[in-house]
């Protein structure tokens, strides 16, 4: 038998989205003014109205914003606490911005980081903390987390990449510390081709931000350079995607979570695999939709058979190693992130987009039932 292919993910414009996009591009063209501009300002101003804080700087990707807010903290030679189970960059912008990432162990549960495991890491050199919302989910120990950085008088910052949308009760992933890092690469829920923002109600954060997205400039006009800056500027054309995108961000997570609560009934009770649970109070945007696979399956194994057997193709994992487990960051190593391990090598993503159809999701669950019977799981 022949079947349909499941692609893992796929970011769609649709023929109006495509021409809204292009005749705004157009205005640009014609405009002259390719960054720095009106679309730019109003992709700021519509995200941070729809995060509820005073200001969003639109930069050119998510690993910017990291550094940048990490800049307008001057980090050098301090210690900030980060999650060992995260991307590259949320560690790799500390080292760029000159501060030493102290690895935090996972909460299997959440993919997060526990107020416990904060507190453990914790040390008088400690100046911040950054939580990551891996996979769109946000740990119900996030009010927690906030009133200790702020016991402590050290700053909470969120790398939110994953979690454009997704809200603890009611407050939106970013906004719960001093700023937010947000970003829109393809893969994203909400994309600008490339790109990403900070959020913040802190004016010093808001004002630094934007002199070191643009070279340390004291003014666009005026080349008189007062920070270390560097060239992080988002263009017009990838403000005019991203506005788009933004302004169906609502539908988009809705069709996520359709699919999510169809694979939910589907893998509910089970000892298959376990769909890692939403934390209490969180609604999730369902950037990726995760399982944690029983212990000694082999992984590669069974994401080969779905693809080969069945055309079910899956992502790649939040995240298969965990950061001390590359040589590029092996000397961060302290020797006790068990929990991070066991969650990077369990867990698994299964294919969830916006425009997946019932059709799709059930060819998945399909695929995962076919897949136990033939020994897989």
């Known amino acids: 038998m022949t079947y349909p292919k499941v692609p893992p993910t796929r970011i769609d414009f649709t023929a109006d989205d495509r021409a809204w996009i292009t005749a705004r591009i157009d205005e640009v063209l014609e405009s002259g003014n390719l960054t720095l501009g009106d679309f730019g300002r109003q992709f700021e101003q519509l995200f941070a109205a729809g995060h509820g804080v005073k200001h969003a700087i639109a930069v050119n990707s998510g690993t910017a914003s990291l550094e940048i807010m990490l800049r307008?903290?001057?980090?050098?030679?301090?210690?900030?606490?980060?999650?060992?189970?995260?991307f590259f960059a949320t560690a790799a912008a500390v080292i760029s911005a000159g501060?030493?990432?102290?690895?935090?162990?996972?909460?299997?549960?959440?993919?997060?980081?526990?107020?416990?495991?904060?507190?453990?890491?914790?040390?008088?050199?400690?100046?911040?903390?950054?939580?990551?919302?891996?996979?769109?989910?946000i740990t119900d120990q996030m009010p927690a987390i906030a009133a200790f950085a702020q016991k402590k008088g050290v700053w909470l910052m969120e790398d939110a990449a994953h979690a454009?949308?997704?809200t603890l009760n009611g407050k939106h992933a970013g906004t719960f510390g001093l700023?937010?890092?947000f970003s829109f690469y393809p893969t994203k829920v909400m994309t600008s081709a490339e790109g990403g923002m900070i959020v913040t109600d802190d004016e010093r954060m808001n004002t630094e931000a934007r002199l070191y997205r643009d070279q340390g400039k004291a003014s666009f006009l005026q080349n008189t350079h007062i920070r270390m800056g560097y060239n992080w500027r988002m263009s017009e054309p990838h403000a005019v995607i991203g506005l788009r995108h933004l302004e169906k961000i609502s539908d988009m997570i809705?069709?996520?979570?359709?699919i999510a609560a169809r694979y939910d009934a589907a893998f509910a009770n089970q000892n298959s695999l376990a769909p890692v649970a939403i934390p209490k109070g969180c609604v999730s945007n369902?950037?990726?939709y995760v399982v944690m696979l029983p212990e000694g399956v082999d992984r590669a194994a069974l994401k080969k058979w779905l693809r080969?057997?069945?055309?079910?193709?899956?992502?790649?994992?939040?995240?298969?190693f965990p950061l001390h487990k590359h040589d590029v960051l092996a000397h961060l190593d302290p020797g006790d992130l068990k929990q991070?391990?066991?969650?990077?090598?369990?867990?698994?993503?299964?294919?969830?987009?916006?425009?997946?159809?019932?059709a799709q999701a059930d060819q998945v669950i399909a695929a995962i039932a076919d897949a136990k019977k033939a020994g897989l799981l």
């Open 72 to 86: 307008a903290m001057n980090v050098t030679g301090k210690d900030v606490l980060v999650p060992a189970n995260t």
């Open 99 to 137: 501060g030493n990432p102290v690895l935090m162990d996972t909460d299997v549960a959440t993919l997060s980081t526990s107020l416990a495991e904060i507190e453990r890491r914790f040390t008088p050199q400690t100046v911040g903390i950054m939580i990551v919302h891996i996979a769109g989910l």
């Open 164 to 166: 454009q949308g997704s």
């Open 179 to 181: 700023a937010g890092s």
């Open 254 to 258: 809705s069709a996520r979570r359709h």
């Open 286 to 288: 369902y950037y990726k």
């Open 308 to 320: 080969d057997e069945r055309n079910v193709h899956c992502s790649g994992e939040v995240y298969e």
């Open 340 to 358: 991070a391990e066991i969650a990077c090598g369990r867990q698994m993503c299964l294919p969830i987009f916006a425009s997946m159809t019932e």
